[in-house]
């Protein structure tokens, strides 16, 4: 009898649904077809939020915009053009002269030298004009990688993926990209490797307005999200909630709180 009761208590059951849930998997390439269609009918326009008229203004502004809002960046921009309207202009600001218009967004000291030596450089090294391949733009101060790959896919429509923490956060939660990829290069990599070509640009943009907007860091708005049905960030709080529901209904416990703690 006491054999029979503990047969009845095991949770085999619940833990086989579980792995049906978990290996309910589409593949790589079914995931991709998925977030492609959803962004392309959910969002068509997706551009970057900067403003810009020219590549050398997209360049300041991206420099700018490292751990900084671009909401915050395109306040500050109208009144840095109007007096460094060009690169050459950016290459004769003094320090004294750039910083206090540049003052209010983050690390304003270093952003100031790395434009004035960003704009000496390009006058000097590419003939006053934005060099427009990732190789060339990294060898300017201020500009690493993610930099180069958004000015060259915004302006060039290049194929290259710049990986912000938005991208990373959400190629991550969705399945794009394996756990693995736990670095913004390795993210990169497999994102380049997997989205069309031709779509990489645009890509980009649908992943940082995403976790701008919808699949934020902290609380993010999954009951709104149209990628809850192919999410594994979703479908595991699911089964956190799933397998305590279960475990409970089981043993007939109504709260069994400390099984939270070590699901
Ligand atoms: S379901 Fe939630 S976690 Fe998944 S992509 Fe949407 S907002 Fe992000």
Redesign the pocket.
């Known amino acids: 009898m006491r054999q029979k009761r503990m047969l009845f208590l095991t949770p085999a059951p619940y833990v086989f649904r579980v792995f049906v849930f978990l290996t309910c998997n589409m593949t790589r390439k079914e995931r991709y077809a998925f977030v492609i269609d959803y962004f392309e009918i959910n969002r068509p326009l997706a551009e970057t939020e900067l403003k810009f008229e020219d590549p050398y203004e997209l360049l300041v502004a991206t420099i700018l915009s490292a751990q900084c809002t671009d909401k915050r960046v395109n306040s500050i921009t109208p009144a840095l053009f109007a007096k460094y309207a060009t690169v050459k202009s950016m290459s004769a600001a003094t320090f004294d002269d750039l910083f206090p218009i540049i003052k209010s967004i983050s690390y304003p000291n270093n952003k100031t030298k790395h434009l004035i030596g960003m704009a000496i450089k390009v006058m000097e090294h590419f003939q006053g004009k934005i060099p427009m391949t990732v190789d060339e733009l990294v060898q300017l101060p201020g500009v690493g990688r993610k930099t180069a790959n958004v000015v060259t896919s915004v302006i060039d429509r290049q194929p290259n993926m710049a990986v912000d923490t938005h991208v990373f956060r959400?190629s991550r939660?969705?399945g794009l990209v394996p756990q693995a990829a736990n670095t913004p290069l390795a993210v990169e990599k497999e994102l380049i490797k997997n989205f069309p070509r031709e779509l990489i640009h645009k890509a980009h943009h649908w992943l940082i307005l995403?976790g701008r907007y919808?699949?934020l860091a902290r609380n993010?708005?999954?009951e709104g999200?149209g990628?809850?049905k192919i999410?594994p960030?979703?479908k595991k709080g699911d089964i956190n909630k799933l397998l305590i529901s279960s475990i409970q209904k089981s043993l007939h416990l109504k709260n069994l709180h400390p099984l939270k703690d070590w699901l």
């Open positions: 959400v939660r969705i995403h919808t699949c993010p708005k999954c999200c990628l809850q999410c960030y979703f």
